[in-house]
């Protein structure tokens, strides 16, 4: 299936992507760290776009495709606001476990607004690969605080609006490959993003935007990093409903969990390998009732 190599390469650039703004985060704040990923990432897009077309003729998005393209954008910049406010109330654990459970709510809005079947044995694959997200993050929840917990759930849950928008911008498309289509959802949503966060940092934090253009050559690879996952996102998103694509995505936890474990010897407890059997289990599962 494409879309399972589509959502495994996906996984693997966006880890590279942020390892790339990592460092970015201690010279220019989270937000301009934030801001790299679109002000630098819309031209390899906007770029790829134009050289395709030189070969084959491009898809013309209507206002309904315009309608869902601006929706994904915007809901995915609510959602990494909503994940870094979280990130400062409760810590980088508690927050990724919350936004881990995007596949839930994103199977929901599907089902409602896109009237993408959802089924028993879908939901339950889901629910079972999220909650093991939740038990490998290895996070004291009886800590946790609840303000901090409701904005980490609204987060997932725009991230989950944002990937709906992104596939219903996908289907809106008149006929054309899943590739192409892809290509010209990335190219608009990113210029949208691009230009709703330039516009921010002119105004509200110029010194980020300083910091971003001296750091031009690191916000350059996180740019086209994060250009690359998103094309590979959207192309999974083009061939099936995004909730797969969201819940496969889930194993990066494993190997991510698998990775600290070798390199920094950090220990696992038995609810994290319970968590993560069930990541894998669940993924399983998905992928048998998807085929």
Known sequence: ????????????????????QAGLTRQVGTVGATAVRFVFGFPFAALALALVAIWMPIPRPDTTVLAWAALGALAQIGATAFMLMTMRGQGFGV????????????????????????????????AVATLG??????VAWKRAAWGPVATGVLSGALFGLSAIGFRGALLALPDAGYAIRALTILAITLGMQALVM??????????????????????????????????????????????????????????AQALSGRLFRQTVGPLQLAGMGLIVVGVGWLLSVAA
């Open 198 to 255: 330039a516009a921010w940092l002119v105004l509200r934090d110029r010194r980020a935007l300083a910091g971003i253009m001296a750091e031009w050559r690191v916000s350059l690879g996180a740019g086209v990093l994060g250009a690359f996952a998103s094309l590979f996102w959207f192309i999974g998103f083009a061939l099936t409903p995004a909730a797969n694509v969201r819940t496969l995505a889930l194993v990066e936890v494993v190997m």
């Open 95 to 126: 927050a990724t476990a919350l936004m881990k459970t995007e596949p839930i709510t994103l199977a929901l809005i599907g089902a409602v607004i896109l009237a993408e079947p959802l089924g028993p044995a879908r939901l339950g694959a889901i």
């Open 133 to 138: 997200v939740v038990l490998a993050s290895g």
């Open 1 to 20: 299936m494409i879309w399972v190599a589509a959502t495994l390469i996906a996984a693997t650039a966006q880890t590279a992507r942020n390892a790339a």
